[in-house]
């Protein structure tokens, strides 16, 4: 029996081996594969949606601190605005009249201390050699502490004054975002009444009504999934922090408001949003269609989408047994909300390979 030389082996084993990263290599270089694929979202079907809407936590109401005509309005609804930035003034002639009058009350009152200083110098050294009275001593003395009092008097007036002249204007105590104005340039107000009203941009409530049938199952610091109405794929996350004690007398309802882990951008005051309650459960109580599943080495998987580098990887997931014609299955463990998954041409794909997303399935 003849063997096979040596210099035929290499080549067998040379040519086998070079088709061993065919498939790997193949993934790599094909062309993005157009797919069919859907956003993992939490089971529905026992969670409570509400529609809500985005509102500041902390909105303030600005006003003037003294009567006057505003000469000026520096901002406008919806201008994001620094803390000590001017937002606006009233005409300062009174207050810095004001101001004048202080100052000029102030220099009487050193002049009128100077006088009452030499006369109770004078009173004491006249009284030392008798030529004036105690009673006349006593008297100098007592206009001088008088004279001490108007000046600190005057003092504390004209610090009151420079104070009220930063009156005549109004600046942002925080950094924010105007979200309301009262007041045209020209128009006089009183001290008090409302200019404008300024908002966190840092701090973002949902706020949504609630009947009083399910507000019972709703606790305070209850996790809380936000999705944007406009587009439901722009999600964000939160956590009840108040629940009105009391229900509004006209619906029937408590107003529940939901702080925001974070506020993106999109998620702007006024963006209706729907907020979900799933009751506990959590990102493993996902179902999907039967046609996203795949076998790799007898386990169920999926093929997850890497949305930066939009490859799939095959993934080891957990099924809870459905029927053999339901077209859905429900998967207890292996993903993740918000990941995305192929549902069609599973059997295709290769991992690592590149794809390109097509129509998106909703559930």
Known sequence: MKHPSSAMLLVIVTVCASFL????????????????????????????????VVQPRVETE?????????????????????????LAEIDPLTLK???LSAQADLRNANAQLENAAINERR?????????????????????LKSAEANVTKAQANLAKTNEQLGYARIEAEFDGVITSTSVEVGQTVTAGQSVLKLARLDQ???????????????????????????????????????????????????RVKIALDTAPDVFRFGAVVTATFTDGRQAHDVVLPRS????????????????HALTVSARAILLNQPGPEDPLVR???????????????????????KIRLGQELRQ
């Open 21 to 52: 990263p065919y498939h790997s290599a193949a993934a790599e270089n094909a062309p993005p594969r157009p797919v069919i694929w859907m956003n993992v979202a939490a089971d529905r079907s026992e969670a409570l949606d509400f529609a809500g």
């Open 62 to 86: 600005l006003a003037f601190r003294a009567l006057g005509r505003v000469i000026a309005r520096q901002v406008e609804i919806g201008d994001v605005v620094r803390k000590g930035d001017i």
């Open 97 to 99: 009249l004001a101001v």
């Open 123 to 143: 009173k004491r050294m006249l009284a030392a050699t008798n030529t004036a009275s105690a009673a006349d001593l006593e008297l100098a003395e007592q206009g």
């Open 204 to 254: 973002r409530d949902v706020v949504i009504d609630v009947p009083e049938a399910q507000v019972s199952s709703i606790g305070s610091s209850t996790r809380v999934d936000i999705a944007l109405q406009l587009d439901d794929r722009l999600r964000t996350s939160g956590r009840v922090r108040e629940i009105a004690p009391q229900a509004d007398t006209d619906t029937r309802t408590y």
């Open 292 to 307: 996203a599943i795949v076998e790799k080495d007898g386990v169920p998987a999926v093929w997850v989408i890497d949305p």
């Open 331 to 353: 998967v207890s463990s292996g993903l993740n909300t918000n990941e995305s998954v192929v549902v069609a041409g599973v059997s295709e794909l290769q991992e690592g390979q």
